[in-house]
């Protein structure tokens, strides 16, 4: 019923997974080392994680950090593209909504 | 002293310029906003994973391994993988060198990387494409990907998207994305392509002996073709998603049949309960650092224009060269041919060298090749009427197609500026990479009556101008760079 990971015993890939933990909005998530913060969500059955202005919900669209569709906080740093952030052991996430015009976050574009 | 060349992008296109400046004697610096070499065609794994078989998910593995790994540990070659090229610096007039490049290595979007700047003699441009997605009611909700996205997903993180996908636009690119959901085990219940079997066999026809070099590719189209067979996923012609319902994310989409016009054919809507849609249509180079660097662009529609260059990849800025789908939207091989021209004649490899006269001639068959792939998948003219009033027409600010109507429709205020800055259009932070081509070309029909007409009088709407072509954070923006502006790799010169 929702995005996942493929089994690694059933890869013809052959991958070695070692496990990583996050945390996303307190909660405690668990990922495959190698995978972006958006992989670890999807594969957690996650679709949405970020507010539109109108509170719409949104997650991943163009998957390659072109749409910033996919916005999140990673360690207090707001507007990280999450298709493009690899997820490291320990990284506090959390989600968040689009800054108000002319307030939030500090990044230039 | 050798040359200096920096090529920007390693991709297929990239990686071949590389490879080519450093024959031709170059120093060559190589960066990527990416972990890994390979750009889009060749997604590599990331090294986390451990993966022992990474062969598998990929079509000429071994000759772009070898090419990764020669140019890679190259001692003239500099590999700066993480690194993001934020701006183009230009020279001042009457100084003949090229734009300056400043890149911020580290990972992305973090807030502590190193700034680098880089004073190359020459530059490769090689910055690839992103999907194009019309706008439809609904396209927003999560479970909605582009196909380039479900692809990515699929081959670089091994993740499926959804159970029962349909996956549905124009172009051969759909292929492989239903292949790579169906390897990593989602249903696909169809793959529907919006042009009729008219166009896309006229486009496709004739002329045969040009195919005769892309067998490769040919072959590569075969296979998909079979393993959707043997899946029994239905390829449908003329049919298209007009519309993704649900409530929070994607449950069923709406597909209708099209005439060649992309206009629906009334009564032939269906729905088809799914938990992703995966959507493309065409592609859009990324043209802001082309822009940056003052290069002239092609224009080929409203919603569309490429980096204009001559026989040689040379741009209309000196010593700057640009290769792979900036130039024009052609696969993999061509961008492969153009990066071998670009990076041996950037490196000062002679132009009448049998080297140049074989890349030319690649890169012939490969503009060929892009001529008939968009003639075959045109993006038809009637896609408006797949559009609601209240259908999102920019994703970031949620400006809807009746405000935009408003806005252009306003004689004293359609042009595409003041449109932008009325409806908020373009403004979020994708900055237009998504909804520019779709907002240029509504614009441009609603001043002109007529399809792709520009405005007399008024210079065309280019989307792709954006200082800075990838974030930056204030704090690295005010940080020197890292080490003061530097000529990389000082080694001594060695033997090839
Ligand atoms: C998401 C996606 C998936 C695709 N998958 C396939 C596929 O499976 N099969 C297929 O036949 N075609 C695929 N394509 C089509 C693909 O674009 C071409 O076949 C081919 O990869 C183009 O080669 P290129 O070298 O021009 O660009 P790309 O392969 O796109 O390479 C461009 C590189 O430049 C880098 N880059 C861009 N901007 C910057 C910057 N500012 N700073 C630093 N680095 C930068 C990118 O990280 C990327 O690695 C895909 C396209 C997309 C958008
Ligand atoms: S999904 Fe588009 S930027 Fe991450």
Redesign the interface.
């Known amino acids: 019923m929702s995005p996942r990971l493929i089994p690694a015993e059933r890869d013809p890939a052959g991958r070695r997974d070692s496990v990583l933990r996050l945390t996303v909005d307190g909660e405690p998530l668990e990922g495959v080392a190698g995978q972006t913060v958006a992989g670890v969500l999807l594969a957690a059955g996650r679709r949405a994680w970020r507010e539109a202005p109108s509170g719409a919900p949104r997650g991943v669209f163009c998957g390659i950090g072109v749409c910033f569709d996919c916005l999140v906080t990673v360690n207090g740093e707001r507007d990280v593209r999450a298709c493009r952030r690899r997820a490291l052991d320990g990284d506090v996430v959390t989600t968040q909504a689009r800054a108000l015009p002319g307030g939030g976050g500090e990044g230039a574009r | 002293m050798s040359r200096h060349v920096a090529v920007v992008g390693a991709g297929p296109a990239g990686l071949a310029a590389a490879a080519a400046a450093l024959r031709a004697g170059a120093r060559v610096t190589l960066l990527d ?1 990416a ?1 890994e070499p390979g750009g ?1 065609y060749h997604r590599m ?10 062969e ?2 990929h079509h000429g593995w071994r000759g772009f391994d070898r090419m990764r790994r020669h140019v890679l540990g190259h001692p003239r070659c500099d590999w700066w993988p993480e690194s993001a090229v934020w701006s183009l610096e230009r020279s001042a007039p009457g100084d003949p060198r090229p734009p300056r490049v400043h890149a911020l290595r580290g ?5 502590r990387r190193e700034r680098h700047v880089l004073a190359p003699d020459a530059l490769v441009l090689a910055p690839g494409a ?2 194009r997605v019309l706008p439809f009611p609904g396209w ?1 909700l ?5 196909a ?6 699929a081959k670089g ?7 029962d996908v349909v996956v549905a636009g124009t172009g051969p690119f759909l292929l492989p994305v239903a292949a790579a959901l169906l ?3 989602s249903r696909v219940a169809e793959v529907l392509e919006a042009n009729p079997p008219a166009t896309v066999l006229r486009g496709w026809a004739g002329r045969p002996w040009e195919l005769a070099p892309h067998h490769g590719k040919a072959g590569e189209l075969a296979a998909y073709g079979a393993l959707l067979a043997r899946h029994r996923v239905p390829y449908r012609l003329g049919r298209a998603v007009v519309e993704a319902r649900g409530d ?2 994607v449950e069923e989409v709406v597909t209708a049949r099209l005439r060649a016009d992309w206009s629906v054919v009334p009564g032939t809507a269906r729905t088809v309960a799914v ?2 849609l995966c959507v493309s249509h065409g592609f859009t180079p ?1 043209l802001e650092l082309p822009v940056a660097a003052g290069c002239a662009l092609r224009r080929v529609s409203a919603a569309e224009s490429y980096v204009q260059v001559d026989g040689d990849q040379l741009t209309s800025v000196p010593r700057v060269y640009a290769a792979g789908e900036i130039t024009g939207i052609a696969g993999a091989p061509a961008a492969r041919a153009e990066g071998l021209l670009a990076g041996w004649l950037a490196a000062g490899g002679s132009p009448a060298a049998p080297e140049s006269h074989r890349a030319r001639l690649r890169r012939d068959q490969g503009r060929a090749f892009a001529a008939r792939l968009a003639a075959a998948h045109p993006v038809g003219a009637g896609w408006p009427g797949w559009l609601r009033p209240d259908t999102v027409v920019c ?4 400006t809807s197609y009746a405000t935009l109507c408003d806005a252009a429709g306003d004689p004293a205020g359609g042009a595409a500026r003041t449109v932008k800055l009325g409806t908020r259009a373009g403004l ?4 237009a ?2 909804c520019g081509p779709t907002v240029a070309e509504l614009l441009a029909r609603r001043a002109a009556g007529t399809p792709g007409h520009p405005v007399e009088g008024l210079a065309p709407a280019t989307p792709h101008h ?1 200082p ?1 072509a990838q ?5 690295e ?1 005010a940080a020197p760079p890292h080490p003061p502006t530097q000529t990389p790799n000082q080694h001594e010169e060695e033997n090839p």
């Open positions: 906003a972990e889009q794994l990331p090294a986390a994973f451990a993966a022992t078989r990474p598998r998910l990972p992305a979007d973090g807030g992103h999907d927003e999560p479970g909605v990907f582009t380039g996205a479900a692809q990515a997903l993180e091994r993740l499926a998207v959804g159970d390897d990593a085990g929070g994310r938990d992703a990324q994703r970031c600010e949620e979020g932070p994708c900055q990479r998504v954006r800075i974030p930056i954070r204030l704090g923006l």
